[in-house]
């Protein structure tokens, strides 16, 4: 491997260029994948849905573990390449296809049966989570490679300094692992950023359900729109004041302090009061 090459050799043993438009890092490095096989445990009876196989650095082993395995590739050169890899092998489905506009629906019917697994373009991460989530019954659970900075975020517990938008509305659907973190030396090319692994498990049961998911969002993206006000500043601009002095918590907090549990039943007094 040439550390300074932005180019990755394909097992056939054409030079793939890594293409920015597609945020593109191939992960090279086998102790790093070996690392990730093991975190995923893919066992023969499963369903897994790889999001940007690349150069198939995971895949054979997905393949060669899993009952059934759905590539989803965005890019033409590689989907072809994967496409001529896998010819023979009946297990394995190479989609050229753009994430954000796949419905789960139409690899699977049977709920908690999708194991989803990737290295996500960073630039597209959080906007790729929450488009698999809308089919969150489906799915048994998710692994993924992320900025370090976002595994952080999505992990973080109220009143740490990275708890925010994304933390409460990710915890809400999921139980969320930050499981080890990845150095940059293992792509190619080399990131400008730190990476991670994460788990997340959609919850079968939620421990939190409020009643509008929607109205949960509104409050959430009101209350971290300026953090740095009290939760009363901040919310009374779509809540009534009577309404916020009702409120069963102390609304002079600052709301990277409040749970996932204390939003929740904020967003069911601000669903109660616009029905």
């Known amino acids: 491997m040439k550390s300074h090459s932005n180019s990755v050799s394909l097992d056939d043993g054409i030079q793939h260029r890594a293409r920015k438009r597609f945020g593109q890092n191939f992960l090279q490095d086998q102790n790093v994948i070996d690392r990730i096989i093991h975190t995923i445990g893919p066992q023969e009876n499963d369903h897994i849905v790889e999001i940007g196989p690349g150069s198939g650095a995971l895949t054979d082993q997905l393949a060669i573990a899993s009952m059934k395995l759905d590539c989803i590739e965005l890019d033409r050169d590689l989907t072809a390449h994967l496409e001529t890899r896998f010819a023979k092998n009946e297990k394995v489905y190479i989609r050229q296809h753009n994430v954000l506009k796949l419905d789960l629906a139409e690899l699977t019917d049977k709920k908690k049966s999708l194991r989803i697994v990737g290295n996500l373009p960073y630039n597209i991460s959080t906007p790729v989570m929450f488009h698999l989530l809308k089919r969150h019954e489906l799915i048994k659970d998710m692994t993924f490679m992320l900025q370090l900075e976002v595994v952080q975020r999505m992990s973080a517990s109220a009143g740490d300094k990275n708890y925010g938008r994304l933390s409460l509305m ?38 939190f359900q409020a009643e509008n998911v929607e109205d ?60």
């Open 216 to 275: 949960l969002k509104t409050v959430i993206r009101t209350a971290f729109n300026q953090r740095r006000k009290t939760l009363k500043n901040s919310l009374k601009a779509i809540m009534s004041v009577d309404l916020l002095d009702d409120l069963p918590l102390d609304v002079s907090l600052r709301p990277e302090v409040l749970s996932l549990a204390d939003y929740v039943a904020i967003s069911d007094k601000y669903t109660e009061e616009h029905q």
């Open 170 to 207: 990710l915890q809400y659907y999921c139980d969320i692992q930050h499981r080890f973190n990845v150095p940059s030396t293992a792509f190619v090319p080399k990131p400008k950023v730190s990476s991670a692994i994460v788990s997340l498990s959609p919850h079968i049961n939620f421990p």
